[in-house]
């Protein structure tokens, strides 16, 4: 199976950049998302096809894929900006895999 | 509106059957792939399967095909993830989630989960 290895937590300063890292083989030649999750919420998709980000979501997010590594970028991280984040990708047999996810504190 | 609207907390014994459901709206139902996603308490997301409510084509995870069954009723734009004998493991918050791009099965690696339901808690206990 394949898989999607992220750092399980993370903690800037307020107004610092996050970067949030996602590992895997040939990572690179797939499609990631990124997703973000409050407590008690429902996922929210916060960056498509690698760097695309849905309406809505503040230009502070961004994302690159390369290699075996994709990476989401908070510019000048908020308080609001806590959360859990995970990339997913689709593998070799079209299944869906998520990564393990990142808990972001801001503090 | 695009909205996914699921059916709320459920429990049952071990052993027992359950049918939990997802309603979309404000978008053609028939166009869109859905998912279901499970999240086990304090854990991460994993992905349970796939179906195209046109057609119901589908497509499971390999860790838990056989272990759930999921449909549709494309009439009243509604995708159910069911169980015919729980477990105390399946005790979990149950997500719906609609692919965002109009994609074939042999295209879905450019698609992403755009919008989810509120999810569905499922507590199995004796």
């Known amino acids: 199976s394949y898989d999607l290895t992220q750092p399980p937590s993370l903690s800037v300063s307020p107004g610092q950049t996050a970067s949030i890292t996602c590992s895997g083989d040939?990572?690179?030649?797939?499609?990631v998302c990124w997703y973000q999750q409050k407590p008690g919420q429902s996922p929210v998709l916060v960056i498509y096809?690698?760097?695309r980000r849905p309406s809505g979501i503040p230009e502070r997010f961004s994302a690159s894929n390369s290699g075996n590594t994709a990476t989401l970028t908070i510019s000048g991280t908020q308080a609001i900006d806590e959360a859990d984040y995970y990339c997913q990708a689709w593998d070799s047999n079209s299944d869906v895999v998520f990564g393990g996810g990142t808990k972001l504190t801001v503090l | 509106e695009v909205q996914l609207v699921q059916s709320g907390a459920e429990m049952r014994k071990p052993g027992e059957s359950l049918k939990i459901s997802c309603k979309g709206s404000g978008y053609s139902f028939t166009s869109y792939w859905i998912a279901w996603v499970r999240q086990m308490p304090g854990k991460g997301l994993e992905w349970l399967g796939i179906i195209y409510p046109n057609d119901s084509d589908r497509k499971y995870s390999p860790s838990f095909q056989g272990q759930v069954t999921i449909s549709v009723d494309k009439s009243i734009n509604t995708a159910y993830l069911q169980w015919n004998s729980l477990k105390a493991a399946d005790t979990a918050m149950y997500f719906c989630?609609?692919?965002?791009?109009?994609?074939?099965?042999?295209?879905?690696?450019?698609?992403?989960?755009?919008?989810w339901g509120q999810g569905s808690q499922v507590t199995v206990s004796a």
């Open positions: 040939k990572l690179g030649d797939a499609y």
């Open positions: 989630a609609r692919l965002g791009a109009v994609t074939s099965r042999s295209s879905l690696e450019i698609n992403f989960f755009d919008r």
């Open positions: 096809q690698n760097t």
